[in-house]
């Protein structure tokens, strides 16, 4: 039998079709496709087109679960950079699914977390191989447009995931550069409080960016000319972090500065989660940025930012940390939990 999973944000949404295979618990992938939203309707446009015109050949799937960028609540959702109503129920009746599930598109990931092959990510810190602890905790985190957080259970086949919106949560600056980036955010932004979001995440990475090409020393930079046309344009925003980084890796000392108070801040976090967690099943790092930091997290002063918890730090030391690298991991775990949901049908 077959089954579908789907990983749709405000961007994109990547549709796949997968087939039950009694050999591996993973799913096999049979076909996929990726559709730009902004030029659809809606996403039941884009399913008419993937199942009747891309898929017509392919037995119809019996399951579906659809990882969604945006909260959940009774199985609908509202993808607010789209306008999009989303009913899973009513996915359910039109396509003709035996069942279908909205989730959140970062939570959906703890289930993708024991079907993980070695390919798919790789093991920056190994923690504590002794017994005693708990090793069925894990949390996931993820920096991307945004900030994703999320925490589970896994106990051999059984996943309980549990949602967080803790990528919201205030920020507390550790320097005083930390310190003056947080106060210019609140000026520039014109907010009362500055979330770890606004500046774990790419879009974040762009604003240390902004603050730090408009001190008087980088007058002379060649990404300044971005900085009055970031105001009208989403698009440049979203490809000023590549730039940084490639500046940052040419040398360039102001992007390896932003660079490096991005990747504090980012550890820093991660510790903070680890210690809330205890999640000696592993601490997962995830999103659209993970794969390209890999070296910067392989880094001793990446993971001295982690454990930098004073009294705690010795714990720190003893939680797995893992880098996913696989960039389409938001499908394969919605594949995962589609495949769970088939099975429990």
């Known amino acids: 039998m077959n089954f579908l999973a789907c990983d749709l944000g405000g961007t994109k949404v990547l549709l796949g079709i997968f087939k039950k295979d009694v050999n591996t618990g993973s799913p096999n992938l049979i076909f996929k496709k990726k559709y730009e939203s902004s030029e659809w309707d809606s996403i039941d446009l884009i399913l008419e087109d993937f199942l009747k015109n ?33 009913s899973g129920d009513v996915l359910k009746k039109k396509f003709k699914f035996k069942s279908c599930e909205l989730i959140n598109d970062f939570a959906v990931q703890i289930y993708g977390i024991p079907f993980l092959n070695k390919s798919q990510y790789t093991t920056i810190q190994n923690g504590d191989k002794t017994t005693g602890t708990n090793k069925d905790l894990h949390a996931i985190v993820g920096a991307g447009t945004g900030l994703g957080i999320a925490k589970g259970i ?12 803790g990528g919201h949560v205030e920020f507390s600056p550790k320097s005083e550069l930390e310190w003056e980036l947080k106060n210019w955010l609140k000026n520039s932004l014109k907010l009362e409080r500055i979330s770890c979001e606004r500046i774990i995440s790419g879009t974040g990475l762009s604003r240390i960016a902004e603050w730090r090409l408009s ?26 972090p590549e730039k940084i980084c490639k500046f940052s890796n040419n040398g360039d000392s102001q992007m390896i500065e932003v660079e490096r108070i991005w990747l504090d801040a980012y550890a820093s976090l991660l510790g903070d989660v680890a210690l809330q967690e205890l999640c000696f099943g592993g601490l997962w790092i995830s999103g659209g940025t993970a794969p390209k930091h890999i070296k910067n997290f392989n880094s ?3 993971m001295k930012q982690f454990s930098d918890k004073g009294r705690l730090k010795d ?16 499908l394969f775990s919605a594949a995962c939990r589609a495949k769970m949901i088939l099975q429990k049908g």
Do not use: M, Q
Not at 78 to 86: D, E, H, Q
Not at 154 to 165: M, P, R, T
Not at 215 to 240: G, N, Q, V
């Open 300 to 302: 001793g002063l990446f």
């Open 154 to 165: 896994i106990s051999g086949s059984k996943v309980k995931v549990l949602a967080s919106e």
């Open 54 to 86: 891309e898929c017509k050949k392919i037995a119809h799937p019996f399951s579906a679960c659809f990882a969604v960028a945006g909260p959940i609540s009774n199985n609908n959702a509202k993808i607010i950079n789209l306008s999009w109503n989303i």
């Open 215 to 240: 001190k008087p020393d980088a007058k002379k930079h060649p990404l300044r000319k971005y900085l009055k046309e970031l105001k009208i344009s989403d698009t440049l925003r979203k490809e000023l």
């Open 315 to 330: 714990i720190l030391k003893n939680i797995p940390v893992n880098v996913i690298l696989d960039e389409e991991f938001g």
